[in-house]
DNA sequence: ACGCCGACTTGTAGAGAAGAAG
DNA sequence: CTTCTTCTCTACAAGTCGGCGT
């Protein structure tokens, strides 16, 4: 599947072949070792409101929930007690966020004056009204929709440069559950006595508790983590007691939820429905918001539920507590003039901002790693979807300048600058193997790398591999702590070139080591216009689906097969982009499943060609005889029945061994432009959702309605 | 130049719904 | 109808990248 094959040309050197076939992979499964962190977090809670609370991250982990549910603001997170300053020099992350007010709210740009322009436009006011919870069985009115459907909205005017909608009118997040108490009855004990829990330290065990059967709670960093973060989170007399997790029974809980799993797979009908029900009626209030006029969904309305931190991969912070965010916390952005979305009874939001710069309708900052969260529109918005076909325009553009950087970088190879000369070879590594651009990461994250941060214990230089010459080993860990392993063949001055770079290097050194992805992508503007580090993966991952259609797909071909051959396309792409999914655990059965089925349609097959052939040999000898002519015809009409579906079986089985370990769902989502598959289907017509489901179909409509049969990327 | 931050895209896992098999 | 499988959808972690302040 030499998807990439022969179109770039390597005048240099036998690089073409890229091995794809030969790559093998698998997901590294990190063994968490004890990646000891020191006592910091001990300090953390005996330190906890004295002036010796000068520990790493100190901020992060100051527990918020701490503050009362009805608290109006975070002035009360005792600043006086921190030390913000001294000693610092080892702490990097601390400073991040600080606590004060006005330095939590994101400080946008010029978020002070809209143009006023805008003000002119605010289209009427709010269709979707500010609710405290939901009101179930009553919607909110429906105004009827604007003339030119949202999906239209390439017809619509364009916005000013970097003005992202003109009014924006919205209900808000919606809350989780608030936690509700274990029955009495189950107890939780502690170096085998009962003892009794405060609500906060129950609710922060009830996450380890439902886990219990998880990987996670096996690992050393999640364990410690979490008991850390668990005991700077309980009151006085708890800490005094609970000292090690190991002691900690947490049997009667784990079974406890277990049954409340059980019973929630049991619901009946009724009682789904019920729910049912309940969830459209808080969907219809916060998942829908009204930009522009139009009438659109909201992604992930929902406020994350405080849990257990689930980071991939060797992550440091692990098991860490997410904790509940309150409404003092978020952040509203609406339109000017809208009145902001109710707050749940007797608190208040953070802040109500107003900034048209920006897409999201709400935010809040996460406490684990410090990160903000947003409230976003669905991908079958306007502002999505605009987006999303700027992003393939780009791509698109790359095509016709691609040819020119690929000399370009060539003749780099040669450069007398280091700089240079290692751009040349990492931007030939991003377009050939689609690799990421790879920031730079920090400690407290798990250690993974992409193109620039490689390192030069990730390749291994073979002069000779197999049959090739000058092959490059990649083994690496990706992004979510994906392995990527691949040899590949490459030109002769990339070869030479990376033998200069790993030159009295450790393995841990970098092996671009003046190179960065702000170099690579300040370099890469210059050569076209909007041109970064990842539109080469979206260009690579178009291209290819366009090329393996173009060559894969027979005309003559019947329907299964078109959509086999539109899979192993797609499929190309995926083993491009190293899209991978863990084996599903029932593989090897479902194929023997799968043979089984198929062997029983042949003997099906077999035992219906004698059936047939009796009748037809029946019907030979009685010409005239109108039932057996009737016959024959059935049972000719049996036959290919049977062998179609035998067919059938055989295609899919084809299709699942093929898709092992391939995940499909994220380059179809992200990296190919739908124009090339409606085109496509179009072109041989083929039912759009034999390749794309309901909501892939919706996500895609503007290209559904774009594309033509003649479309060319 | 560089590090940090904010906003936005990309990516996998897992829950839940729907479908097929027994 | 129940049970097992498969598909769909959501959740949320983890990337990318531009811009700002120093």
New binding site residues.
């Given amino acids: 599947m030499g998807a990439k094959n022969g179109v770039k040309e390597e005048p240099t050197s036998s690089d073409d072949e890229v091995p794809l076939a030969s790559r093998k992979r698998k ?1 590294l499964v990190p063994k968490g070792e004890p990646q000891s962190e020191g006592s910091e977090s001990e300090a953390a809670v005996n330190g906890n409101s004295g002036e010796d609370s000068d520990y790493k991250n100190s901020d992060d982990d100051v527990p918020l929930s701490k503050r009362k549910a009805e608290s109006d603001s975070d002035d009360e997170i005792p600043l006086a007690s921190r030390k913000r300053k001294g000693g610092s020099q080892k702490i ?1 992350k601390q ?3 600080d606590s004060s007010d006005e330095e939590n709210v ?4 010029k978020i002070k004056k809209e143009p006023e322009t805008n003000n002119k436009k605010v289209v009427k006011r709010t269709i979707v009204p500010p609710k405290g919870e939901a009101k179930p069985g009553k919607k909110p009115k429906k105004e009827k929709e604007p003339d030119i459907p949202i999906w239209k909205w390439w017809l619509e005017d364009k916005l000013p440069e970097g003005q ?1 909608w003109r009014s924006l009118s919205h209900s808000g997040p919606a809350f989780p559950e608030p936690y509700e108490r274990l029955p009495g009855h189950i107890k939780f004990k502690y170096d085998g006595k009962v003892f009794q829990l405060s609500e906060r330290t129950e609710e922060n065990m009830s996450f380890f508790a439902k886990m219990l059967d ?1 990987d996670y709670t096996t690992k050393v960093v999640f364990r410690k983590n979490f008991f850390d973060d668990l005991r700077k989170l309980m009151t006085q007399e708890e800490r005094e007691v609970l000292k090690k997790l190991e002691l900690c029974d947490f049997s009667a809980m784990h079974q406890y939820y277990l049954e409340e799993a059980a019973k ?1 797979k049991n619901r009946t009908k009724e009682e ?1 429905e019920e729910l ?1 029900v309940k969830n459209k009626a808080i969907a219809d209030v916060y998942g829908l918001c009204k930009v522009d006029g139009h009438i659109q969904k909201v992604g ?1 309305f ?1 406020i ?2 405080p ?1 257990l ?5 060797d ?1 440091p912070k692990q098991g860490k507590i ?1 904790l509940r965010t309150p409404p003092e916390s978020i952040i509203i952005n609406i339109g000017k003039g809208e009145t902001a979305p109710k707050c749940p009874e007797g608190h208040k939001w953070k802040a109500v901002q107003h ?1 048209n ?4 309708l709400a ?1 809040w900052k ?1 406490n684990v ?1 410090g990160n ?1 969260k ?1 409230v ?1 529109l669905n991908p079958t918005s306007k502002l ?1 979807g605009e ?1 999303d076909h700027a ?1 393939y325009e780009t791509a698109r553009n790359l095509k016709n300048c691609v040819e020119k950087i690929r000399e370009n970088y060539r003749s780099d190879f040669q450069s007398k600058e280091m700089m240079v000369r290692q751009r040349a070879v990492a931007l030939y590594f991003i377009d050939k193997l689609a690799l ?4 730079e ?1 920090d400690d407290d ?2 250690d ?1 790398v ?1 193109c620039c941060s490689l390192r030069v214990e990730h390749i291994k230089l073979h002069e000779k591999w197999e049959d090739k010459e000058f092959v490059v080993e990649f083994d690496f860990l990706g ?4 392995r990527y392993q691949n040899w590949v063949a490459v030109n002769k001055r990339v070869y030479k070139n990376l033998k200069i770079f790993v030159k009295d290097k450790e393995p841990g050194d970098d092996l671009f080591d003046r190179l960065n ?2 170099k690579m ?1 300040e370099y890469l ?1 210059t050569l076209m216009d909007g041109l ?4 080469f993966r ?1 260009y690579n991952a178009s291209w290819t689906l366009q090329q393996q259609l173009q060559e894969q797909t027979d005309s003559k071909s019947d329907l299964p097969n078109l959509v086999l051959t539109y899979n192993r396309a797609n499929r190309a792409v995926a083993v491009l ?6 084996a ?1 655990k ?1 593989f090897d ?2 194929m023997e499943n799968l043979g089984n ?1 198929k062997d029983a349609k042949k003997e099906d097959v077999a035992k219906q060609k004698g059936v047939y052939k009796e009748a037809k040999n029946y019907y030979r000898h009685h010409r005239n005889n109108d039932k057996a002519k009737k016959r024959y015809e059935i049972e000719k009409r049996k036959l290919e029945r049977l062998q179609e579906a035998l067919l059938k079986l055989q295609v899919k089985e084809t299709d699942k061994a093929e898709n092992k370990t391939i ?1 499909l ?3 179809k989502l ?2 190919l432009d739908p124009r090339i598959t409606v085109a496509w289907t179009k072109r041989f017509t083929v039912p759009i959702e034999k390749v794309y ?4 179909r919706e996500k895609f409509l503007w290209a559904i309605e774009m594309a033509t049969a003649d479309f060319e990327w």
């Fill in positions: 997901k990097k400073t991040k966020y994101p400080k946008k740009k992202k998880h929630r789904k049912k992930n929902r994350e539920p849990g931190f689930r980071g991939r991969g992550h997410k900034d710069k920006v897409t999201w935010c996460e790693l903000f947003y976003m999505k987006k992003k990421r651009a790879g920031n990461k994250e798990a993974t992409g992004k979510d702590s994906i992805t702000s992508n503007g970064t580090a990842k539109v979206t982009c190293n899209h991978q999914r863990a599903p029932t059965k479902q089925q995940a769902g994220t380059s992200n990296y489901n309901k909501t892939q």
